[in-house]
C-alpha cells in the first residue's frame, strides 16, 4: 500500500494522505540554518546546532507522535460564530476534515496544501541560500461563489535557545523568557539581556489584527495547539510574554472575492548583532534592529522570495547534476539521481543529529559517522568535503584515537556519546583517500591540523592519517587482532563493558580497559585503510613508509587467516575471554555481515574462494527478503560478556535487526566476486522506492534509507525505523554507482568496471570528475563482466579512464561488457 507517488520530473515525493504511518519527514535549509518539517508541519528549526541554537520546540515521543511544528490556522469569520469553523491547512494540528490534500516534499523545500469548504492553501516552506532565516509562502485562495472573511493565524513556540536545558530546566526556564513586539515583527529574546548576542524574529507581510507571544494567552488555560482559544474565538489578545512559554503568533483578517487570492509570507529567522552594538539605543534593553531590518524587508517582497526559491532550485539542480544515470531499473535511477544523493547531503549537514528519532540533543557529529557520511558527498561540493575532513582530523587525540563526537556550534570534540571505539581512527583514512581520488588535491595533506583542537600541537594531515594506523597496531590482543575497546562499528558490542546496573549506559560507562577482546571487524577495516594509505605514502615520496604499511597490512591479512576465520565465514571478534564470537562453536550470534563484508571489500578471500565461501554463507544464512540481518542466530537473552548487542529483543537494531549501513558492504563484496545479480538483488532488497508498494509495512519515508529494518526474529519483520540519519545513504549510493555500475574515482583517472545484473542491456551514466563532464554508455555485449573501453574513439588498455589533456570539457566513454 502506498501514500503517495513519486514526481520523478520535479524531483519531489508527493503525498496523498495526511495520516501517513509515521510523520514524513523532510529538511529545510543547506548550509547553516537548518529545520525538519513533516507532512503535516510538525517539526523545529535550529542554527548549526540542533541542540545548543534550536529556535523552536518540539515535543518528542509524544501523543500524537508530531507534536510542535510550524502551523497556520485558518478560521471561516463569516460563519456562525455560536459554531466557529476553523481549521489547520496542514491536517495537524487540529486534524479537521480535508476535502483535498497533498504534500510536495522536494530537494530543501516542503509545500503542503488542501482545501476545506472552498478555500485552498498552500503553504511553502524553505530556506533561501545564503540566508538564516526559513520562508512560509502562504497562499490562500476562495472557490467560493460567495466572497469569504478568513483568519489567518500562525503558530511556533520558541525554544530557549538549548534544547536540552530548554526541555528540562523549568525552574530557572519560566522565568526567562522575553520578546519585544515592533513594526508587526516578533523577536525573541531570551538571554539577550545576557551572555547571547542572537535572538530569533517572526515576521509577516500583512498588517496584523493583532499577535501573541505567550502560549497560554494564545491556546487558553488547559487546551492544546489542536483548539487555541485565540483561533477559535477570531481574536489575538496581544499578550507580551515574560517568563512561562513565548511563542509567536500573527492574526490577519483576509477578505476574498470569489476565485481570488491571497498571498502572505511568513519569515522566521535567527540573527547574530555585534557584542558592542547589541543594544539600541544604547543603554537601554532594546534589540538593536539595525542590521536584521534590512534582511526581514527584502523578504516580504514577494519577487524576491520567487527568486530566493528559483536560486535554490538551480542549487540543487546543480548539485545533482554532478552524477545522473539512466538505468533499465527505476529505482535506481530514481535514489541514485534524486534521493540517495539528498539524502547523502543531509547526512553531511546533520550526522546523527536531529530527525524523528534523533532528539537533536542526544548526537553531535559522529567521527566514525561523519567520516563516512562523506565517502558519498565528495563529488557534490567538495571544498566543504576538505573542510569536513579537516575538522574532523582536528578532534583527533595526540595518541590517534578519536573523540566519538563533536559540536557543530564549537567543533570540539566530547565524550558524550562515549569514548574508545578502536575503529574510529581509521574510518579519516577512508574518507581522506576518497577526497584524494575525487580531487586529485594533494595539497590538503600538508594542511596543519591540531589534535584534541590544542592549539600548538599541529601537524599535517597525513601524518594525522598515519596516527590513525598507529594506534590501532599499538592496541592489539592475544591473537594479534586489533583490541576492540569499547565497540567497533557495531556500537553495541561491547566486549569491555560488563554491566549489571540498570540504565548504565553501554557507551559511557567503563568498566574494565580490557586487553584480551578484539575484533576481526577492526582487522579487515585495518588492512583496508592500510592498503590505501600505503598508496598515498607511496605517492607522497615515501617508498619505505609505504612498503611498511603494505607490510603491516598483509600480517594483518595472515593474522584474519589464522584466527579469524571459522571455515566458511570471518568470525567477528573475540570475547574477554579469549572466546570466539560468531563462530559456529557459539550457540548464539554464529555468524556476522560485518566482516564478511569489511574483509572482502579488503580484498580477503579474493583469490582462493574463501570471499565467495563467506558470501555463500551470507546468503544462506543471513539474507532476507527484507534485506541482510547482522547476525543469526538471534542473542535471545541478556549476555554480560557481549554487552548491549544482547538487550535488544531480537531482530531489532543491533541484535539482529537489518542494518542498511552494513548491506552495501556485502553488495561491493558481491562485485568484487563479479556477480553482479546478487549485488543489485541485494541493493533492491533494501532500496526505499523498491518498497514503496509495501508502506504500510515498511512504514518510514518512501524516498529515503532507514537506519534499520526489523529482521525477521521481530515480529514486525520488514518494518524501517531510524530514517534518515545513517551510514545507509553514503554507503548504498557508492555501492550502486562506485561498485555496480562501477564508475568509480581513482588516483590515475576515472575507472569504469560495471558489475551489472545479466539482464541489463546497458546503461549510461554523466559523471562530472575533477572539472571534466564524462558521458559514458555502457553496452552489454557478452554474459561477464570484461570490460572493453573506448575513449573518443579509441580502445584503450585497461579499465580506467586516464585524464584528459588540460581544458577538455567532455569525454565520451563506450563501454562494452562482456
Ligand atoms: C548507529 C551509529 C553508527 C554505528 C551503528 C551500529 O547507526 O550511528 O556509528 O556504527 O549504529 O552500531
Ligand atoms: C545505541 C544504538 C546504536 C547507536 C548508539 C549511539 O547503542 O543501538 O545504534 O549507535 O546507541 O550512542
Given at each position: 500500500m502506498k501514500f503517495g507517488y513519486f514526481d520523478d520530473q520535479n524531483r519531489e515525493y508527493v503525498i496523498t494522505r495526511p495520516d501517513t504511518p509515521l510523520p514524513w519527514i523532510n529538511y529545510l535549509g543547506c548550509e547553516e540554518y537548518f529545520g525538519i518539517i513533516s507532512n503535516t508541519a510538525g517539526g523545529y528549526s535550529f542554527y548549526r546546532d540542533a541542540r545548543l541554537r534550536r529556535l523552536t520546540r518540539y515535543r518528542y515521543n509524544n501523543a500524537p507522535l508530531d507534536m510542535g511544528g510550524r502551523y497556520i490556522y485558518l478560521r471561516d469569520d463569516g460563519a456562525d460564530v455560536q459554531q466557529p469553523i476553523f481549521w489547520s491547512p496542514t491536517w495537524m494540528p487540529t486534524r479537521s476534515k480535508l476535502d483535498e490534500y497533498e504534500c510536495r516534499h522536494g530537494l530543501g523545500y516542503t509545500s503542503i496544501k488542501s482545501r476545506v469548504n472552498g478555500i485552498e492553501a498552500q503553504t511553502r516552506y524553505f530556506v533561501p541560500l545564503g540566508e538564516s532565516l526559513e520562508i512560509w509562502e502562504l497562499t490562500v485562495i476562495n472557490l467560493r461563489q460567495i466572497t469569504a472573511d478568513l483568519s489567518v493565524f500562525s503558530a511556533i513556540e520558541f525554544c530557549l535557545w538549548d534544547a536540552n536545558d530548554d526541555a528540562t530546566n523549568f525552574q530557572r526556564n519560566y522565568s526567562i523568557g522575553e520578546v519585544e513586539v515592533a513594526d508587526g515583527v516578533i523577536y525573541h529574546k531570551s538571554e539577550y539581556r545576557e551572555r547571547r548576542n542572537h535572538f530569533a524574529y517572526f515576521a509577516c507581510s500583512e498588517p496584523l489584527s493583532g499577535f501573541d507571544t505567550q502560549r497560554e494567552a494564545f491556546l487558553g488555560a488547559y487546551r492544546g495547539w489542536d483548539s487555541p482559544l485565540a483561533v477559535e474565538v477570531g481574536k489575538a489578545s496581544n499578550s507580551v510574554a515574560h517568563g512561562w512559554q513565548p511563542m509567536g503568533s500573527h492574526h490577519i483578517k483576509i477578505h476574498l472575492n470569489p476565485g481570488e487570492q491571497k498571498k502572505i509570507i511568513f519569515v522566521l529567522g535567527y540573527h547574530e548583532n555585534p557584542e558592542d552594538g547589541k543594544f539600541d539605543p544604547p543603554d537601554t534593553q532594546v534589540i538593536n534592529k539595525h542590521t536584521v531590518k534590512p534582511v526581514i524587508s527584502r523578504y516580504m517582497k514577494l519577487d524576491e522570495v520567487g527568486s530566493a526559491f528559483q536560486a535554490l532550485q538551480n542549487y540543487w539542480n546543480g548539485l545533482l547534476e554532478q552524477l545522473q544515470v539512466s538505468t533499465p531499473d527505476q529505482h535506481t535511477n530514481r535514489m541514485v539521481n534524486i534521493w540517495n544523493a539528498y539524502q547523502v547531503m543531509v547526512n553531511f549537514n546533520i550526522s546523527r543529529s536531529a530527525s524523528g528519532f534523533e532528539s537533536g540533543i542526544g548526537r553531535g557529529m559522529g567521527f566514525r559517522d561523519s567520516n563516512q557520511d562523506l565517502l558519498g558527498f565528495m563529488h557534490m561540493i567538495p571544498g566543504r568535503a576538505r573542510e569536513r575532513i579537516l575538522d574532523l582530523a582536528a578532534t583527533?587525540?595526540?595518541?590517534?584515537?578519536?573523540?566519538h563526537q563533536y559540536q557543530p556550534l564549537t567543533k570540539s570534540g566530547n565524550d558524550d556519546v562515549g569514548s574508545g571505539f578502536s575503529d574510529d581512527p581509521l574510518w579519516l583514512i577512508l574518507s581522506a583517500a576518497a577526497y584524494l581520488k575525487e580531487t586529485g588535491d594533494w595539497k590538503i595533506l600538508d594542511e596543519p591540523v591540531p589534535f584534541d583542537n590544542l592549539p600548538g600541537s599541529e601537524q599535517a594531515l597525513y601524518l594525522h592519517l598515519h596516527h590513525s594506523i598507529q594506534y590501532v597496531l599499538d592496541r592489539r590482543g592475544p591473537h594479534g587482532l586489533p583490541l576492540i575497546g569499547r565497540a567497533d562499528w557495531n556500537d553495541c558490542l561491547n566486549l569491555n563493558c560488563f554491566s549489571t546496573s540498570p540504565g548504565q549506559s553501554f557507551q559511557t560507562t567503563t568498566n574494565k580497559d580490557g586487553k584480551v577482546a578484539e575484533s576481526v571487524f577492526i582487522a579487515g577495516l585495518f588492512v583496508l585503510a592500510a592498503k590505501e594509505l600505503a598508496v598515498i605514502t607511496r605517492r607522497q615520496g615515501y617508498a619505505n613508509e609505504a612498503e611498511g604499511l603494505t607490510r603491516e597490512a598483509e600480517k594483518m591479512e595472515e593474522i584474519v587467516w589464522a584466527t579469524g576465520w571459522d571455515g566458511k565465514w570471518f568470525r567477528r571478534a573475540y570475547d574477554d575471554l579469549g572466546e570466539p564470537i560468531g563462530s559456529k562453536v557459539c550457540k548464539e550470534g554464529q555468524i556476522f555481515i560485518e566482516p564478511q563484508g569489511m574483509c572482502v571489500m579488503a580484498d580477503l578471500g579474493l583469490r582462493d574462494g574463501r570471499a565467495i565461501q563467506a558470501l555463500d554463507s551470507v546468503a544462506e544464512y543471513l539474507a532476507t527478503s527484507n534485506g541482510i540481518v547482522l547476525h543469526q542466530p538471534a542473542y535471545s537473552h541478556y549476555y554480560l560478556n557481549l554487552g548491549e548487542i544482547s538487550t535488544y529483543p531480537g531482530g531489532y537494531k543491533e541484535n539482529a535487526g537489518i542494518f542498511c549501513h552494513t548491506n552495501p558492504w556485502v553488495m561491493i563484496s558481491e562485485v568484487k566476486i563479479g556477480r553482479g545479480d546478487h549485488a543489485h538483488d541485494y541493493y533492491l532488497r533494501i532500496n526505499p522506492s523498491a518498497r514503496e508498494e509495501m508502506s504500510e509495512i515498511h512504514r518510514c519515508e518512501p524516498y529515503v534509507y532507514a537506519q534499520m529494518i526489523a529482521g525477521r526474529d521481530a515480529p514486525a519483520q520488514g518494518e524501517a525505523k531510524n530514517s534518515w540519519l545513517t551510514g545507509a545513504a553514503s554507503w548504498n549510493y557508492v555501492a550502486i554507482t562506485q561498485w555496480i555500475l562501477g564508475v568509480r574515482p581513482t588516483h590515475d583517472g576515472l575507472a569504469i568496471e560495471p558489475v551489472i545484473p545479466l539482464d541489463w542491456k546497458g546503461f549510461e551514466v554523466v559523471r562530472n570528475f575533477r572539472g571534466v563532464r564524462y558521458v559514458i554508455q555502457v553496452e552489454r555485449q557478452g554474459s561477464g563482466n570484461a570490460v572493453t573501453l573506448d575513449v573518443e574513439g579509441i580502445i584503450i588498455k585497461g579499465t580506467v579512464v586516464p585524464f584528459p589533456p588540460n581544458g577538455t570539457q567532455d569525454v565520451h566513454v563506450k563501454v562494452k561488457v562482456a
Open positions: 583527533q587525540l595526540p595518541n590517534g584515537g578519536a573523540y
